[in-house]
């Protein structure tokens, strides 16, 4: 009897705890802006169609772009995604499950901009190329798959939100200490890992300024060239000593 | 006997009719360049022809190929086929030409040839480095395009590496 009345505990409590989960239910997307070729594969057609205005995605469709041409995606109010020309890319996984949209984007080739701003639902989204994988969560920035290389390439326009960037092959790990916005600040939330040819920009920023993102704080510095580098060139006895612009003669008349 | 020949003559005359080949449409190319472990001068012709006339185009090899002869992207006496193999060298000039770019000293005095236009394109981030006999894949076809629009668009590829 003692045990009866416990297996009927239990079963009650995974029974409760099996309704506290979230509800998956598949989702669609819509697109709401085509420029120029595009073409797109859902699941029920046999072959590639021509994309239209209003079309709904859902999980397992295809779309890719030609030359000069680009498609909007819209996945709820406050997720967005352009897929840039020439880009192939498919819907691996759309579902809403609970307060959460659950998108995986794989990239075959091409560039996808996202762009995910606060709203009622949040949002967890994947995009995968050949090598690599970034996570995405409330921001903008584009991610960029180069067909050849493999690898992948994010910009981000904006310091808020999470993105993590993983890459199968990894040489060198770029985190948030790392690197600053326009305006100094250090950007927090970043995971990211890269080698030679995953990289994460922001603002712009190209990669010999964020290798020599150490050196930022020599923005104001009267010498900015003081670095190990220069200092070796300078002071090596071998190598020929080299006038600083900063120490040479002002011409005369100059005021 | 006579019933045999009849029924035979329609079957040889199906035999001897050549078979057409499927015209590819919209993006199907793009795909199937994707896949190509070598390019051709046909995907070549189709994509560059695309960039420059900012839309895809689903024209014949001939019809793209004297459009591009005539705007001097192509040379007719390179007597390439559309199944020929690409190279570095042939993408590169067309890619040099299609996008008015202008060389450096030696080709403004000497004219464009091959193996300048790749060292241009491959300044100028348009091509991976490489040699001008050295045959492009399609995957770096895609590259090249997608960089080609990009340079048409802004002038420069400095976003395509950001």
Known sequence: MRLMLSVLVLAAAAGLAGSQEPKREDFEATLVEVKGTVDVKRPEDKDWVAAARNMKLKKGSEICTSVSSTAGLLFTGNVKIDVKPLTQAKVEDLAKLGNTLNVDLKLKFGSIEVDIQKGDLNSDMKVSAPNSTTSVSGSHGIVRAPATEGGCRVTLRTTTGTWRHDASQVERAIFGEDVADNHGNQLRDLRALADSHDFIDFFGRNQDELYQGRFAGKAADSDPWDVPFFDYANNSPTAPRVKRASTLPLPPGTP | ?162
């Open chain 2, 1 to 162: 006997m006579l019933a045999a020949a009849l029924i035979a003559v329609p079957v040889v005359a199906q035999q001897e009719k050549p078979a057409e080949k499927p015209k590819e449409s919209r993006t199907a190319y793009l795909r199937r360049i994707f896949e190509k472990d070598r390019a051709s001068y046909g995907d070549a012709c189709r994509a560059v022809l695309s960039v420059l006339k900012n839309e895809h185009s689903d024209a014949d090899f001939a019809a793209i190929s004297g459009d591009l002869a005539g705007r001097g992207v192509v040379r007719a006496d390179w007597g390439l086929q559309e199944t020929s193999l690409l190279t570095k060298g042939t993408l590169a000039y067309m890619v040099f030409q299609a996008l008015e770019l202008k060389g450096g000293v030696t080709m403004r005095l000497f004219g464009i040839n091959r193996r300048y236009a790749l060292r241009e394109c491959v300044q100028r981030r348009l091509m991976a480095s490489g040699t001008v006999d050295e045959y492009v894949t399609g995957r770096e076809l895609i590259d090249v395009i997608t960089n080609a629009a990009i340079h048409k668009e802004q002038g420069h590829t400095d976003s395509q590496y950001k």
